[in-house]
């Protein structure tokens, strides 16, 4: 008999709220667009930032792992988030998990290389629109200015008391992508929309 729980399709841990993020972008005519971004491709990758695997996982993936802290490098569709000095995550599209995985792996060689998928970890929200920053900075200690926080940077930070990775995306009025472990998304996007508020 086969196993039915494999054909079950996923479940967005925030797909109950589409509406409600829906409903602040609606009435507030721009000022603050809210959204879910489910199932992106998350994989973590830990490796030597000086090694060779560095460079053969960068050509691997068309892009090079970020060096300097906190700064996202995108191409296509992909983006790397520098989480630490050998720690990073790819955000990817939905599905491309496995194959990114072994192309990592196989760019690798040899040497040595940790990738784990945490797809299942995490959603994450979009948080955009002119009030997106003064938004975030109700509830998150890091300076959000565009001096300091600018397009193309990444943070591990708490939102609302949550953890979070926050990215400020590099496209014009792109906004934010917040991270959130799926166990908390819930919370947080009741913290969101309640932030909203003042914005509607």
């Excluded at 829906?22 to 930032?49: K, M």
Aim: proline letters at 6%; aromatic letters at 6%.
């Amino acid at each position: 008999m086969a196993d039915t729980a494999l054909d079950v399709p996923p479940r967005s841990p925030l797909g109950h709220a589409a509406d409600r993020l829906a409903a602040v972008t609606h009435d507030s005519q721009g000022a603050i667009r809210l959204a879910e971004l489910p199932f992106l491709a998350q994989l973590n990758i830990r490796l030597d930032a000086k090694g060779a695997a560095a460079d053969a996982v960068g050509l691997a993936l068309g892009l090079q792992l970020p060096l300097e802290p906190n700064t996202v490098v995108r191409a296509g569709e992909s983006t790397v988030l520098w989480l630490g000095p050998d720690e990073w995550l790819l955000l990817a599209p939905p599905g491309t998990q496995r194959d990114l995985e072994s192309r990592i792996r196989e760019a690798a060689g040899e040497e040595f290389v940790s990738v784990t998928d945490v797809s299942a970890q995490r959603t994450t929200l979009l948080v955009a629109g002119p009030g997106a920053r003064d938004l975030l900075s109700h509830g998150c200690a890091l300076d959000l200015h565009p001096r300091v926080f600018a397009p193309g940077r990444c943070a591990q930070t708490t939102l609302g008391r949550t953890q979070v990775v926050l990215v400020a995306r590099d496209e014009p009025r792109a906004g934010f992508w917040v991270l959130v472990r799926s166990s908390f998304a819930g919370y947080l996007t009741d913290w969101i929309l309640d932030a909203a508020t003042e914005y509607v």
